[in-house]
């Protein structure tokens, strides 16, 4: 799963799996095997090189650890080292440690780390994959109480209930759920948490509390009339709508477990705790010691008042109330979403919320032929009776269990998520992207140069037009990590050189995940899914032809550098395009790329006062980069840490920061409602806008 070989600039690790790698610099080196055992956490390979001095890239803060002492987060400013010490990145790929035998120093450099040594020493480069696979599988009777059974064992993959369960590579993926005449846990046990949660004997309601199950520990027991969790023998009930009640503790916990953290392995400054310091009496340092019944019990006599601001979620799933549906639940619990069961739906109605300039475009003959379909402009922007309005979420990911297409959110499939579990050792780490064109009004947005700006992955691009049938398919057929389809679909599936290929008869295809960027390609779309696709976007309108290029495009440059389906389209619905028109089929945390933050980030610019601009800044959790991770805005002085998610901070950026730590990166900035680059726009063009 881990490799290391040798490369100019250093000794490169990669992930096969999750299809990812990371150069440690420290120029020519001969890696060989090593131990893992030296290493205080578990690692999955190591290797030893030789070398007088190393660099980190994108590494901007670590942790340092001596043999027998504690973990200290360093984030600016020098460190010498005189024995042997451990090295933790924080934001790499996958996990990446450093032992350091000899004397050495430790300084900041351009956006990374280095390492210098007074000659050539010996270091032990060790790593671990992120990719986890579920323990077993647990049957079940197909009734509320069997799968709560099964559900109460969801916190089997539980790596620890120690507060530290609130960093991601603590949590395991919950055991699979498949359906049986008697009940079978598969040799899993639960944690003895002597937590439990009642609730009535409904699938919604096991269904709604299944997260906050797997993250507490807590067994699931149904029957009961009012809903309540029962921690160190008191009964704490989850009043009004259990959905939103249960999202709110999942938050509440969360968010409180990351505070007391900091009285553990990770003794770092944390800004939620000084928030929540202000707003209330805590007491992380008792709290860390407890067992987790009586900690779970502090934490739910905690107001709500003071965390129910702190904390950002990333994911809502609602769940259609079927037995059916059970099998999906490991699946959305293992991304921590929050799950709402019944689904419910809007009154808007099915009509798309279109801006005004696309509405206006749609009711004028010029839009004849400029739309990506031939089909009349009377009916170029409806949409089928198939398509769901579900109820807006706080949440910017969002996904559908459910009959129909939903707007606005994701449409997600049990094999689809399968597929990443079953993901398989790639032969390399190349990350290929296949370019399809078939209309040549639209070349200009399947631009090359839009993928592959990371210098340290590996880029292979394929550029096809104007394909027939037979070569479409055969494209189809080949194994490719991303799709970028411009050009017509049509009823009668998607438009080539000699007539139209309906993807609902493929057999199978190689591509993992893709962009339908045509009129109405839902459907394709979840036919490319169920030939054995992971997830892509497709549209579930009409589009016209410019503002799919342009949504096409910055698709493309966000998927390239690490945002996941989810995020990507968050930040198109920020802007005055697309905001219901693009949705995800199949799974929408999928990502083509590496992020070289950690967990991708947005800056959007709320005002200028006087030579500065207000701006938020955002970060976006993925697969890789899961909700608990921390991170440390580097446009911010001091050694502040944030849990990653969602809005972090307001800053008053100044042009000498920006040039300093933004103007060589290409990162997102959403400048009066469009997506800009910061690599190619001038801190002048912020500050003297009108």
């Known amino acids: 799963m881990i490799e290391f070989e040798a490369v100019d600039r250093g000794l490169r690790v990669v992930d096969t799996v999750e299809e990812v790698e990371y150069v440690v610099e420290a120029g020519p080196v001969d890696p060989g095997p090593a131990s893992t055992d030296p290493f205080p956490v578990p690692v999955d390979d190591a290797a030893r090189i030789r070398t007088g001095r190393l660099y980190l890239p994108t590494v901007v803060d670590y942790h340092l650890r001596e043999e027998a002492g504690a973990r200290q987060l360093v984030v600016d400013g020098e460190q010498s080292v005189t024995g042997p010490t451990f090295l933790e990145a924080t934001n790499t790929p996958m996990k990446l440690y450093l032992r350091i035998d000899g004397a050495a120093t430790i300084a900041e450099g351009e956006h990374g780390t280095r390492v210098s040594f007074d000659g050539e020493s010996t270091v032990v480069v060790g790593a671990r994959s992120l990719h986890q696979r579920p323990a077993g599988t647990v049957t079940v009777p197909r009734t509320p109480a069997g799968v709560a059974r099964g559900v109460s064992l969801f916190s089997s993959a539980l790596k620890t209930t120690s507060p530290e369960r609130s960093f991601p590579t603590l949590r395991g993926h919950p055991p699979l759920l498949e359906f049986g005449d ?69 938050r509440h916990c969360f968010l409180l477990d990351c505070v007391t953290r900091t009285e553990g392995l990770y003794p770092v400054d944390l800004h939620e705790r000084e928030v929540l310091a202000e707003r209330a009496s805590i007491a992380p340092e008792r709290w860390y010691g407890m067992p987790v019944d009586r900690r779970t019990a502090a934490y739910l006599s905690v107001p709500r008042s003071a965390t129910d601001d702190l904390l950002e979620w990333h994911l809502t799933a609602d769940i259609e109330p079927a037995v059916r549906n059970a099998e999906i639940l490991p699946f959305v619990v293992d991304d921590l979403a929050v799950v709402r069961s019944p689904t419910p739906l809007s009154d808007r109605g099915n009509a798309p919320t279109e801006p005004d300039e696309l509405e206006e475009f749609f009711r004028t003959d010029d839009a004849r032929g400029l739309l990506r379909s031939t089909r009349t402009t009377q009916n170029a922007d409806s949409v089928d009776e198939s398509v769901r309005s579900p109820v807006d979420t706080e949440t910017y990911g969002h996904v559908w269990v459910g009959e129909g297409f939903p707007m606005g959110a994701s449409k997600p499939t049990v094999d689809a998520y399968r597929r990443r579990l079953d993901r398989q050792p790639a032969d390399d780490s190349t990350t290929t992207v296949t370019l399809v064109c078939n209309d040549e009004e639209m070349l200009e947005e399947v631009d090359e140069e839009l993928y592959g700006f990371l210098d340290m992955l590996r880029f292979e691009i394929r550029s096809h037009h104007d394909l027939t049938t037979a070569e479409l398919r055969e494209v189809l057929r080949e194994e ?97 395009i697309s905001r219901q028109n693009y949705v995800v089929v199949g799974d929408g945390r999928v990502t083509i790329s590496q992020s070289e933050t950690g967990t991708p980030l ?27 991770a921390m991170t440390h805005p580097y446009v911010e002085e001091g050694a502040t840490q944030y849990v990653s998610v969602g809005d972090i901070e307001e800053y008053l950026l100044s042009a000498e920061t920006y040039e300093e730590e933004l103007a060589e990166q290409r990162t997102p900035i959403v400048v009066d409602g469009e997506l800009r680059w910061t690599n190619s726009l001038r801190f002048e063009s912020i500050t003297d806008r009108p």
């Open 182 to 250: 008697a009940f079978d846990a598969d040799g899993l046990d639960r944690p003895e948490t002597g937590i439990e949660i009642h609730v009535p004997d409904e699938y919604s309601s096991v269904f709604t509390v299944a997260p906050l199950s797997y993250y507490l520990g807590a067994a699931v027991r149904t029957g009961a009339e009012t809903p309540r969790i029962v921690a160190d023998g008191e009964s704490f009930p989850l009043d009004g709508d259990l959905s939103a009640a249960a999202a709110d503790t999942l």
């Open 480 to 576: 490719t990590s991303f799709l970028h389809y411009v050009g017509h679909v049509e009823d009668e599936g998607v438009q080539c050189a000699d007539g139209h290929l309906d993807l609902r008869t493929l057999s199978g295809t190689g591509v993992e995940a893709f962009l339908l960027n045509g009129c109405t390609s839902y459907e394709q779309g979840q036919a490319l899914v169920d030939a054995g696709a992971f997830g892509g976007v497709v549209t579930l309108t009409s589009v016209s032809n410019a503002k799919a290029t342009e949504t096409g495009r910055h698709l493309a440059r966000l998927l390239d550098i690490g945002f996941d389906f989810h995020g990507a389209l968050d930040v198109i619905r920020r802007m005055r």
């Open 602 to 628: 947005l800056l959007e610019v709320e005002e200028v006062v006087g030579e500065q601009a207000r701006v938020t800044y955002r970060t976006y959790p993925t697969s890789r980069y899961q909700v608990g």
